[in-house]
T-cell receptor, first 113, second 112 residues
Framework: NAGVTQTPKFRVLKTGQSMTLLCAQD?????MYWYRQDPGMGLRLIHY???????AKGEVPDGYNVSRLKKQNFLLGLESAAPSQTSVYFC????????????FGPGTRLTVL | TQLLEQSPQFLSIQEGENLTVYCNSS?????LQWYRQEPGEGPVLLVT?????EVKKLKRLTFQFGDARKDSSLHITAAQTGDTGLYLC????????????FGQGTTLQVKP
């Protein structure tokens, strides 16, 4: 099992460009999450999904959109990238909510110039 | 807004020393987790505590959940260089939604 994988691992964008980050999990988990990690700020939840076809806003959703068309995939989109979106993005998945373990991918390092 | 404050934010110690990392909040959490993250990788779960006053041990690591479920601590005995990394606490709000609130992290450096 690959667990949680993220594509791409690194990306550099210019302000105003768009891109999609792909997260895939092979553990048949219902719940999936997108976080961003910035120095000294821990991880902050962007959007999450409680099942195929569902999405919901997290703590910092502005400037991002998501889709969960298939249970195993969770896509994070940036329609018009801004320098403030320079960050490391982590995807995670879990079988259920609450005290259940969240399994994280290796991260995508995004730089917006 | 629920917040988790970790302290200290950075800790540099010699191998063999003991240390404690704190995770505090004014809010109640239904559960609290501790993760460890190495450079270039995603966080990995160390432990989950769900009951007020609960103590869990993982080899040289001892985790405690406060009686009021508002705070937690991680104690490492006789630290080793392999303990070096970023330690994150994360709480699931009292509504038990699965949306984790993370502390800002504690960077631990253990020198040989």
């Amino acid at each position: 099992n690959a667990g949680v994988t993220q594509t791409p691992k690194f990306r550099v964008l210019k302000t105003g460009q768009s891109m999609t980050l792909l997260c895939a999990q092979d553990m048949n988990h219902e719940y999936m999450y997108w976080y961003r990690q910035d120095p000294g700020m821990g991880l902050r939840l962007i959007h999450y999904s409680v099942g195929e076809g569902t999405t919901a806003k997290g703590e910092v959703p502005d400037g991002y959109n998501v889709s969960r068309l298939k249970k195993q995939n969770f896509l994070l989109g940036l329609e018009s990238a801004a320098p403030s979106q320079t960050s490391v993005y982590f995807c995670a998945s879990s079988y259920s909510k609450g005290a259940d373990t969240q399994y994280f991918g290796p991260g995508t390092r995004l730089t917006v110039l | 807004t629920q917040l988790l404050e970790q302290s200290p934010q950075f800790l540099s110690i010699q191998e063999g020393e003991n240390l404690t990392v704190y995770c505090n909040s004014s809010s109640v959490f239904s559960s609290l987790q501790w993760y460890r993250q190495e450079p270039g990788e995603g966080p990995v779960l160390l432990v989950t505590v769900v009951t007020g006053g609960e103590v869990k041990k993982l080899k040289r690591l001892t985790f405690q959940f406060g009686d009021a479920r508002k705070d937690s601590s991680l104690h490492i005995t006789a630290a080793q260089t392999g303990d070096t990394g970023l330690y994150l606490c994360a709480g699931d709000g009292s509504s038990n939604t699965g949306k984790l609130i993370f502390g800002q992290g504690t960077t631990l450096q253990v020198k040989p």
